[in-house]
């Protein structure tokens, strides 16, 4: 795996116009303007699935090199950071993976972050991305936290697909168990993720939409991305997002629906007869850089700007070379400002080509 870090030097160490370092003033933007709202904060780099789009068993074998224990974030460190980016302008976090409940204690974490607020005094949109294997046992403990919501990775309803994808010995009706314990504990609104491989797993498109369809859980379909190195990607296997909402409007009419806000990942679609919605996230087709706001923090306390990106910025070093909070947000400041990705809108060009040499790996740094 490509792990390119930026040297703390290169982004920390001159100061600003002004000749000091500065605490943060509120809301950041990019150079397209873009503004910081979001972070992903990926806990461990670890899972128990082996997702043939994520983490393929020929490579994320028994003898892969995962990270030592000492190199993960704290949870006080992952605390120091996130208030340092909410008071940048951040009000959404999301905690992922590798699969986050893997991590010991994660409750303890989730206490740390329910308790920010933002600069104008409210609670954090703290929510979590987990294959939902342990959802069940923990829904309850983490909702006590005070962990929002959860987002539940499903690809599939038939388990012999299920397990095609996910390649380890769960059952469909393990994540349908941690479903409906995450609903009975409260963290909702669910949405679940099925990410779609043409020849693989889309005969569950409408399976899917059938099950959850007035369940009050939002299903959206994903589109494989080229996501890392290690997939495999072909454009071939990718589904479009049009032929998905084709398939299920032949079954049950859709309506489009407004997006909740300007940053949204997926477009909306309505049942016409009131029945719920569904999302699509169309990453390859439809590209979505314009509206980006999110950030994402590494296992290891590395800054990308990017899910395709290839080089990570250094903020554990800052934290445990005893920089001070004004020189941690100095240093976030001028790496967002500085910001210029867009990836998906590049596919297939130069720029984008040299871009996704050594992109970093989704288990990484989350989806």
């Not at 976090?93 to 989730?110: A, H, M, N, Q």
């Not at 923990?138 to 599939?156: E, I, M, P």
């Not at 084709?246 to 009131?274: C, K, M």
């Not at 296992?299 to 250094?314: N, P, R, V």
Request: with cysteine; charged share 25%; net charge positive.
């Amino acid at each position: 795996m490509s792990r390119r870090i930026i040297p703390v030097a290169e982004f920390s160490a001159a100061p600003d116009v002004t000749g000091a370092p500065f605490a943060p003033r509120g809301t950041l933007v990019d150079t397209l303007t873009r503004p910081l709202r979001d972070l992903r904060i990926s806990v461990t780099d670890r899972c128990n699935f082996r997702c043939v789009y994520c983490m393929p068993r020929a490579v994320f074998d028994k003898d892969y090199p995962f990270l030592p224990h000492s190199a993960l974030l704290t949870f006080e460190e992952i605390e120091r950071l996130a208030r340092l980016f909410v008071a940048h302008g951040v009000d959404k976090v999301r905690l992922t993976g590798g699969e986050p409940l893997l991590r010991k204690d994660i409750e303890r974490l989730i206490e740390r972050l329910a308790a920010l607020t933002t600069p104008d005094g409210r609670p954090l949109d703290l929510t979590l991305t987990t294959n939902g294997s342990l959802l069940a046992r923990k829904a309850r403990s983490l909702k006590d936290a005070g962990l929002s919501r959860v987002t539940v990775s499903l690809d599939a309803l038939d388990d012999t697909l299920f397990k095609r994808m996910n390649d380890a010995q769960y059952t469909a009706g393990a994540v349908l168990d941690g479903i409906e314990a995450a609903q009975a504990a409260g963290l909702a609104p669910i949405k679940v993720n099925m990410v779609v491989k043409r020849g693989t797993n889309d005969g569950e498109i409408v399976p899917m939409a059938r099950r959850f369809k007035g369940s009050g859980i939002v299903l959206r379909f994903i589109e494989y991305m080229d996501v890392g190195t290690s997939n495999g990607w072909n454009m071939a296997e990718v589904l479009p997002s049009a032929e998905v909402i084709a398939r299920i409007a032949e079954h049950f009419p859709l309506v489009p629906l407004e997006a909740h806000t300007p940053s949204e990942t997926a477009q909306r679609w309505g049942y016409a007869d009131g029945g719920g919605e569904i999302g699509v996230i169309s990453s390859v087709t439809r590209a979505f850089c314009g509206t980006c706001t999110r950030a994402r923090l590494s296992t290891e306390g590395k800054l990308y700007l990017c899910l395709f990106a290839s080089a990570g910025h250094d903020l554990r070093a800052l934290v445990r070379g005893g920089a001070t909070d004004a020189e941690i947000a100095t240093a976030i400041a001028r790496i967002w400002h500085a910001r210029d990705d867009r990836y998906s809108q590049l596919r297939g060009s130069a720029d984008a080509a040299s871009t996704g040499k050594g992109r970093i790996e989704m288990s990484y740094i989350g989806g």
